[in-house]
């Protein structure tokens, strides 16, 4: 009887990205860039609503086709969690 061992070999990959932020009144917007050709840049704005605060969040991203499904998915969880970390700070009053 032979016995056969499957190995598996991780890689890793540092992507080592560039972020620029700027504010400007209630708005925070930038750009990211990744040495794989991504690009997302991207803002929100704050703004009064009654007795709360409306975020309005936009993306813009642009993928090499085979980076684009990947990197649209990171996207959208950053831009989830920002929405759960923005509603929790804002939701506290001092």
């Known amino acids: ?17 560039t972020v620029a932020l700027h504010t400007d009144g209630l708005s925070v917007h930038g750009e990211v860039r990744s040495p794989g050709c991504v690009r997302m840049a991207y803002r929100f704005d704050l703004e009064p609503d009654g007795t709360g605060t409306r975020v309005s969040d936009r993306l813009d991203l642009t993928a090499p086709w085979l980076l684009a499904g990947f990197a649209a998915g990171q996207a959208r969880k950053v831009q989830l969690a920002r929405a759960r970390i923005l509603a929790e700070r ?4 001092p």
């Not at 009887?1 to 990205?17: A, C, E, G």
């Open 1 to 17: 009887m032979s016995s056969r061992v499957l190995t598996h070999v991780f890689h890793t990959h540092d992507n080592p990205i």
């Open 90 to 93: 804002l939701s506290h009053h």
